[in-house]
């Protein structure tokens, strides 16, 4: 029997239901609910209990795992640490809290790799070869010259599975961090619970890779997050698909000022549209005003954001004509900022620009400053266009060194870094950098018995650069 899909949505009043508010509500409630979050903030920071009640919660966890390298966060730059570190012949395990690996690359829909993708070192060089091997990924052209790759972020998800078990990685999968065990300056254990109940992770080294600075907050350790003034994050985005009931319509280009004319469109938000295999295409949408390290302002942001995905589709097949239908959205929100560590060196917007070197340099980063407004939903910077290049500039090992812990590490977009400096340096193919360096010396300290920072630099910049990362600008 032939299965069909069902056309466009026909019943006006069940669209309404399905779209939620317009544009001026969403803007209403993301203002109320950052508001909300900034009180807890502020409650939090003056030690004032935000909540009534408060319970200690005591239970006898068992340490189910031992590990040389614990990663905490299974996105581009945890992968990258956990191949890196197990590659040095460390006991690595690495913690996940979705059934894939990958992050906002596969679970988060962005299915694009921002700048250059060669030379980012042995462990992004594998996934490239893998997803080359597939025919998952668009062929290779030099940045500047072509500024992403787009890949199937379906087989990606399989590919960075099978690299991380074909190297010995202890993959917890569905598995969420939930706090960590301290004594002094040094992590002992960090606590995760999966299906089996809580269990505790026991670890020489531990890198923080979740995007959030989790386990650097549960932790203890000085955090930061937003802009200096007011705490903004930059805005999340909700990706969603499309496929055509229509052939002719997948092969049509977009036409002439149909990006603008969508942009300007007040009840909607920035919607970007691109080609996403035979017949389809990838839609962006953003969700500004709210905060990624709050739980029910992301509660919120994910809420929104699937509102308006019906409203946009609702859109283009009321308004525009297209003859499109929701094949899939994206399993979380694409967070674009959430916590960022204090490290032992802030990197700074000033240090991009004037593409300062570091004697600890271990990862470089080309891509252009990609600070979105945090209170707007349309295709709008915080800085101009002739504003947002930088030249190749480099990040140094201490930006990734979490200030004040003995053994602990950090990579991917909550590396220690001023807002638009971070801007630059979340894009995966740096994020991947970053992640095979913290592995790297994670791995090292583990063998020498030492802290990352008594590690000698030259040496963990030495085989970063000998797995094939170009550290020169």
Known sequence: MMKTRPGPIRNTQHKEELMGHTRRDFMKCAGIARAAAAVASAAAYSGEDAHTASVVWRRKTPVRYEADVAVVGGGIAGVCAAMAAAHSGAKVALVERFGVVGGNATVGGVASFCGETAGQGEAFDAIIAALEAWSAIVPYRPYPEADNRVFDHAVLAVVLQELLLKRGVKLLLHTGFVDACVDGARVTECIVCGPSGPEALRAKQFIDCTGEAMLAHLAGFETMKGRDEDGLQLPMSMM????????????????????????????????????????????????????????????AAEIQGRRRMMQVLDYYQRVEQKPWLL??????????????????????????????????????????????????????????????????????????????AA?????????????LAMSSARVMTTCA???????IAAAMAAKQGCTPRELDYSAVRGEVEARGAKLEV
């Open 240 to 299: 969603f698909f499309v496929r055509h009931v229509n052939s002719e319509d997948a092969r049509a280009q977009v036409p002439e000022g149909w990006f603008e004319r969508i942009a300007s469109k007040d009840d909607l938000p920035m919607t970007s549209v691109w080609p996403n295999g035979p017949g389809g295409n990838a839609l962006k949408i953003k969700i500004p005003m709210l905060d990624a390290s709050d739980t029910e302002s992301l509660t």
């Open 327 to 404: 094949d899939h959205c994206s399993g979380r929100i694409g967070i674009r900022e959430g916590r960022r560590i204090v490290g032992d060196y802030v990197l700074k917007l000033a240090d991009l620009r004037a593409a300062r070197t570091f004697e600890d340099a271990i990862a470089r980063g080309v891509y252009p400053l990609d600070g979105h407004k945090p209170d707007d939903d349309k295709r709008t910077y915080i800085l101009p266009a002739n504003e947002r290049g930088v030249p190749p500039y480099q990040i140094p090992f201490r930006s990734l060194i979490v200030r004040d």
């Open 407 to 419: 053994n602990l590490l950090a990579a991917g977009r909550c590396l220690s870094a001023d807002q």
């Open 433 to 439: 950098m970053m992640g095979q360096a913290t592995g």
